[in-house]
């Protein structure tokens, strides 16, 4: 349908800290013509060069930017800061981490303006609160990442309509991620 990245997320790693569905990764990166940004469970070093060699593109760190800093550095080392990108999940604009289950006590903002300053360029920004509501993004907050760091912020959760879509795109971030409003049909 025209779409040229597929974000994954392995729900099954981001709780258990060990990512369990690459093999699936790895058949989507060699059956489509995609680019494939995955995350979930990403904190170990060996993880993240074993998804880099089957061929993803972009690496998303999460609950390991706030847990364990300096496996951010050693990625950036290992892969470059433009195959990685920061996932912040956050509510409230505090960063949620371990699958979205605990509260990390640290700014969603303050998190992505260091990572940039580690290298990273590219952030996913969800809004916890809104993931799977189709009620809209938290376009303000997104905007806000957008304005206060520079990098190429990826808005996420909330999206149920396509102007939720130009209401990110005029917010100036580099893309959005659409889920559930796929998966019900509201918009190809």
């Known amino acids: ?15 258990t800290g060990v990512p369990e569905n690459i093999a699936i990764v790895e058949r989507i990166v060699r059956e489509t013509s995609l680019s494939v940004e995955i995350g979930g469970g990403i904190r170990t070093l060996e993880t993240l060069e074993r998804l880099a060699n089957i061929g993803a593109a972009h690496m998303v760190l999460g609950t390991a ?5 300096e496996l951010a550095h050693a990625a950036i080392a290992a892969v470059g800061g433009e195959r990685l990108t920061a996932g912040i999940d956050a509510k409230g604009g505090e960063v949620a981490v371990s699958g979205w289950i605990e509260g990390s006590g640290v ?3 303050d998190l992505a303006r260091e990572m940039g300053k580690a290298g990273f360029k590219h952030i996913v920004y969800t809004d916890i609160a809104r993931d799977g509501m189709q009620t809209g993004p938290n376009v303000e907050a997104t905007a806000e990442l957008v304005r206060r760091t520079g990098l190429h912020v990826i808005g996420s959760g909330g ?18 991620i659409v889920g559930k409003a796929l998966y019900n049909g509201n918009f190809t």
């Open 65 to 69: 930017l706030v847990n364990d800093p």
């Open 107 to 109: 700014a969603a903002c």
């Open 1 to 15: 349908q025209g779409a040229t990245w597929i974000h994954v997320v392995d729900l099954d790693g981001a709780r």
């Open 159 to 176: 999206v149920g309509k396509i102007q939720d879509l130009y209401d990110l795109r005029d917010a100036g971030c580099a893309g959005a």
